[in-house]
């Protein structure tokens, strides 16, 4: 029934019986279902919605927002979980809980230090050039040299995450059906129907994996498992264990070897589900953010324009690295804008693990609390014209001009986005690469402004562009 929120005194739009607030955005798109019930209640800290028939509790207000994620962490460390995942993806960083979340995050966070980025940095400077000379080859090859971004960005980031977690060098680009493409997308791609099914019969979902139904095809977890088993094996074999600098590196240097009571080290299981979070936290939420800003990039050449100017000032002739991308500012002010319109992560959530008042407001244990990032980004309160791409926002004089909590791109406070320095090198390099050798154009198939498809962050006519080569 949909009265929680009714006995709470929270404010909470009519709601569908069966679908609760999920049938409007089934109906109308999950972007603009959130930024209208956002919009409904303009001068409040919260409103209620329903997922199906659970209760979510919405957070507007970024004072709360902070209180929640930072202040009282400990009440609210835990995010929903919809579906019961088996091994290895259950041991995901991204879906594990209290301590055992707290153990995997301390040691995850050892391998995302500076240090070890910048080794990793050498992967993706090499990636990104093959991509470069693929797409020089793909133009004096072809004479239609229309390119959708997403589509070969995408095969770009996945040969990245292959490479830097899991040790396997692949070209999805001139190789799609490789098998780590097609299971990675695989696991990437839950059902439809399993979505549904988690939002409105969760019970079901249980039945399900009872009767030994998984939400991710047994062939695909085994897949992983076994090649993440082989290389780890092989490096051991080969004596090149530790000195390749990806992350499967840094992964068997946290192994638990028998014995060891040090509680700094990770069980072979564990190592699986870290190396999997690149796949399921670490491909599309890249390759969308990359896809977007060259995108938007290309609708706005004036900008475009000052991020080619600034590279030529700092790097110059040099190849883009780790050291000589940290200049680059106007290219992070692009970046952030690219991440405000289109979040990746467009809706953040936590669980109450006991009852907690937050600025005066009584939140129940098991209830949960969401943070709507996509019209929290789009909220005039805190920014003007909002759905216009003006990365001067995120400008050194400008910056501050925003309340922090009102800017979740990667969510904020003790869970935030164990990945995020090193998503960012990524971007950078590989957005140096290609703006150094060419520069975006807009095509006869370009269609702006961009139309979201209704339950994805994808633009449903694609996201077309020429690329001229640069002299
Ligand atoms: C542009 C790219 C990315 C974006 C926008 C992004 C965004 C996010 C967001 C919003 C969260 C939730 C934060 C919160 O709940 O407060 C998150 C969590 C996480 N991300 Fe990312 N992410 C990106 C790339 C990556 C990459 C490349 C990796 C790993 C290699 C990664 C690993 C993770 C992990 C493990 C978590 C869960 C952290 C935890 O539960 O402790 N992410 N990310």
């Not at 209620?48 to 028939?53: E, P």
Request: proline share 5%; net charge negative.
């Amino acid at each position: 029934s949909h009265d929680t929120f009714q006995k709470m005194n929270i404010d909470s739009p009519p709601a569908s019986r069966l679908l609760g607030h999920f049938g409007a955005a089934l109906k109308k798109g999950i972007f603009t279902t959130q930024l209208e019930i956002y919009n409904l209640y303009k001068d409040k800290k919260v409103y209620g919605t329903y997922d199906g028939c659970h209760p979510v509790l919405n957070i507007k207000d970024p004072d709360m927002i902070k209180e929640i994620m930072v202040k009282s962490f400990n009440s609210f460390v835990n995010r929903r979980s919809f579906f019961d995942l088996d091994p290895p993806f259950k041991e995901m960083l991204v879906s594990l809980k209290d301590d055992q979340w707290k153990h995997v995050r301390k040691i995850m966070s050892r391998t995302f230090t500076s240090g070890q980025i910048k080794r990793m940095s050498k992967h993706m400077e090499r990636k990104s050039q093959q991509l470069v000379d693929l797409l020089h080859r793909k133009q004096e090859s072809n004479d239609d040299d229309d390119i959708e971004l997403k589509n070969i960005i995408s095969c770009f980031t996945l040969d990245v995450i292959a490479s830097v977690g899991f040790g396997v060098e692949i070209s999805s680009m001139e190789n799609p059906d490789n098998p780590f493409a097609v299971h990675a997308k695989q696991s990437i791609n839950l059902s439809p129907l399993l979505l549904s099914l988690a939002f409105f019969a969760p019970w079901s979902l249980t039945l399900l994996q009872k009767a030994g139904v998984s939400t991710i095809p047994k062939a695909t977890r085994e897949y992983f498992t076994k090649i993440i088993d082989a290389a780890i094996e092989n490096r051991k074999e080969e004596g090149q264990a530790g000195k390749v600098n990806d992350f499967l590196d840094l992964l068997i240097n946290s192994e638990e070897e028998s014995g060891q009571t040090e509680k700094y080290y990770l069980t072979r299981s564990e190592i699986h589900g870290q190396a999997l979070v690149f796949i399921l936290a670490g491909y599309d939420t890249i390759s969308t953010v990359l896809s977007f800003t060259l995108f938007l990039l290309t609708v706005h050449p004036e900008y475009c324009q000052i991020v080619q100017k600034e590279m030529d000032e700092k790097i110059g002739n040099e190849s883009p690295n780790y050291d000589n991308i940290q200049g680059l500012t106007y290219m992070d002010m692009c970046l952030n804008e690219t991440m405000r319109l289109y979040p990746p992560a467009f809706f953040i959530d936590r669980v109450c693990a006991e009852d907690t008042t937050v600025h005066g407001i009584q939140i129940p244990k098991n209830m949960v609390v969401a943070f709507p990032v996509y019209a929290l980004h789009r909220d005039p309160e805190f920014w003007t014209e909002p759905d216009k791409f003006q990365p001067e926002r995120f400008s050194a004089e400008n910056k501050d001009s925003h309340h922090p909590y009102a800017y979740l791109p990667f969510g904020n406070g003790p869970r935030n986005c164990v990945g995020m320095r090193l998503a960012l090198m990524e971007l950078k390099i590989a957005l140096s690469y290609i703006l150094k050798d060419f520069t975006p154009v807009t095509c006869e198939k370009t269609v702006y402004p961009i139309k979201l498809k209704k339950l994805q962050l994808i633009a449903e006519d694609g996201l077309w562009v020429k690329l001229s080569a640069r002299k």
